[in-house]
Every structure is written in structure tokens, then in C-alpha cells.
């Protein structure tokens, strides 16, 4: 579905189409993180009593920062023996609902770790177990940069065909990385939106990358943001500049952090003109940030015929590009 923000109108056709709405001079910005096999399954060595743990950031002392189900009975000093291979676990510290475990043996790292015994953390919604086809399947086609623990979902649209055809176009590729965690999909539960707190995830935004997009404001293109991922990154990008390097035509510093940046409407875009993005759910900061850009109205009117068009919802579901 293709949605113009500014008057509410609306087209359906497939996603390839999404080449007749590019023009000569725009550039698309790629999410170009990689989902890692970032779920583990444990038993606790004195009970047997399984522990599922799902790895969310890694820490400064060569621990992860995870979620663990169930998690009451890890407390510090506690171990945890991963199934299958025997690598030894042991519970550091709890803070926010997490907890920090270190690996002790059995592995030469968590990279080996995750290669040998971890699993693909395929959504909820999806009720089998992951395989190994998923590995490859639960990527991006320019997925790189391994960090993330679910896939930026509006990039599983895109196939090498359709980059190349895009480039034949005179589009341009910026690549930026940020590293998607859960609480991209934690529920807004606050009254106010705006009160909502997204917990953070590491970004990176290249030199390269920042230049693409200089060069495509300078030249008149629209900056297109393929995904909710890549919208938060160049807008915690933009809000860095200070008004010396805007005056430059600068659009976003380029650097590498943790960012918890929210988009709810009101919102003044200072980077991204378009968006590529799936279909949300209610009371989701995605669907907030969709707000933002194309307006509450529209959107919701948009979403209606998705609805009434049996448009497909969630991770694999179908897109919508709001220009």
C-alpha cells in the first residue's frame, strides 16, 4: 500500500511496485544488522529445571545482559548449563527485569556459543520450532552487521533484483546499523505515549552513509527510511547536529551509541522524507512513529483497507511505503 501523508490517498499493488513511486536522486537507508541466534535453552545443574533465555545486549565485562524464562530463581553465583554442548553459565547480577550472565566454560566465546547451541528468536506468533533454514530466511538480503535479535521486518521485502533495479533507477543505498532489541515491541502501556520508554539499542551511523545523505539533500532526493529501525537511527542522527553543521547541509552526525529514541506525534522529522514499513499493532511505538510521519487520521483510515483488503500484519506481513 502506498499512502501519501499529505493528502490521505492511497494506492494498493505488490511490492515490487514500489520502483514506479522511487525517483532518480532518492536514496534508500538499510538497516544492515544482523539477527543472531540469540535464544538458548539451560537447565539449572542441581535441579534439572529448564531456564529459556533470550540474549538482549551484551555488557561491559564479556557478560549478556538477558531475559530468562523462568527467571525467579537466578541469583548471583548461580549456573546454568546450556543444552545441547554442557557450556557453563553463571548468573552475575539482575537489574530491570534482566539478567547478566557470564560464560565460564565450555565455549571459547558467545559467538561459539550461539553457532553450536543457540536458536533463531523467531516471533511469538510463529508456533514451531526454529530450523536451520531460518537462519538465512530470518535476514535481510544486506544483513551484516550480527547484533540484533529480531529482523528489521520492512527490509525482508527487498531482493537483490529489486536493489539493482532500484540503482538502475539513479536510486542510491545508505547503510546504517541498529541493532533491533525487545523492547522495540514492548506495548505502550502509559496513557500518554509520549511518557512511554524504549529500551536502548546500539545504533551506528557510517561516515559513508552520513555523506550519502548530505549529497541527497543537496541534490533535491528524498531520504527513505526502510523500516522503523532505520527512522530512529537517522533521527537520533539528526536531533546531534548542532545548527552550525545544519546550516552546512549536514543531515546526521555521524557515530555510534545507544539510542531510546521515541517518535509520538507531534514530531518535526529532521532526516527522513519516506517510509517503507510493515503493517503494527495497536498501542506499539511503531505504529505511534508511523503517526508522526503521515498523520493519525490517515493512518488510521490506511489501515482500515488494510484490514478490509486482508492485508497480512506483523513481522512477515505485507508494506506499506508512506510518502
Do not use: C
Not at 534508500?28 to 529448564?50: K, S, Y
Request: charged share 20%.
Amino acid at each position: 500500500m502506498v499512502l501519501d501523508r499529505r493528502t490521505g490517498a492511497t494506492t494498493i499493488g505488490r511490492f515490487p511496485d514500489l520502483l514506479e513511486h522511487l525517483r532518480e536522486g532518492d536514496v534508500l537507508a538499510l538497516n544492515e544488522t544482523r539477527v543472531i541466534p540469540a535464544r538458548l535453552f539451560a537447565e539449572r545443574p542441581e535441579t534439572g529445571g529448564r531456564v529459556e533465555i533470550l540474549l538482549v545486549r551484551p555488557g561491559d565485562d564479556g557478560a549478556w545482559w538477558v531475559m530468562a524464562r523462568p527467571g525467579r530463581s537466578l541469583r548471583p553465583g548461580r549456573s546454568l548449563r546450556v543444552v545441547p554442548g554442557g557450556a557453563l553459565l553463571t548468573v552475575r547480577g539482575a537489574e530491570g527485569g534482566l539478567y547478566s550472565l557470564a560464560l565460564t566454560s565450555g565455549a571459547d566465546d558467545w559467538g561459539a556459543l550461539l553457532e553450536s547451541a543457540g536458536h533463531v528468536p523467531l516471533p511469538p506468533y510463529i508456533h514451531r520450532a526454529d530450523t536451520a533454514e531460518d537462519r538465512a530466511r530470518y535476514q535481510t538480503v544486506f544483513a551484516r552487521v550480527p547484533g540484533a535479535i529480531a529482523a528489521p521486518t520492512a527490509g525482508l521485502h527487498f531482493t537483490p533484483d529489486l536493489l539493482a533495479a532500484a540503482a538502475a533507477r539513479g536510486v542510491a543505498t545508505a547503510r546504517v546499523v541498529l541493532h533491533v532489541g525487545p523492547g522495540t515491541f514492548k506495548p505502550v502501556s502509559v496513557e500518554d505515549p509520549r511518557a512511554h520508554v524504549l529500551d536502548p539499542e546500539w545504533y551506528e551511523i557510517p561516515e559513508a552513509a552520513a555523506a550519502a545523505l548530505r549529497q541527497t539533500r543537496g541534490r533535491g532526493g528524498r531520504i527513505i527510511a526502510v523500516g522503523t529501525t532505520v527512522t530512529r537511527t537517522l533521527e537520533t542522527g539528526a536531533a546531534l547536529l548542532d545548527d552550525a553543521a545544519r546550516a552546512a547541509g549536514e543531515v546526521v552526525a555521524a557515530g555510534s551509541g545507544w539510542t531510546g529514541r521515541l517518535i509520538t506525534p507531534p514530531y518535526t522529522f529532521g532526516a527522513v522524507d519516506a517510509l517503507v514499513t510493515n503493517f503494527h499493532l495497536p498501542r506499539s511505538s511503531l505504529l505511534f512513529l508511523v503517526s508522526a510521519l503521515a498523520g493519525r487520521e490517515h493512518v488510521l483510515a490506511a489501515y482500515q483497507l488494510a484490514v478490509d483488503e486482508g492485508f497480512r500484519f506483523y513481522s512477515y506481513g505485507d508494506a506499506m511505503f508512506v510518502v
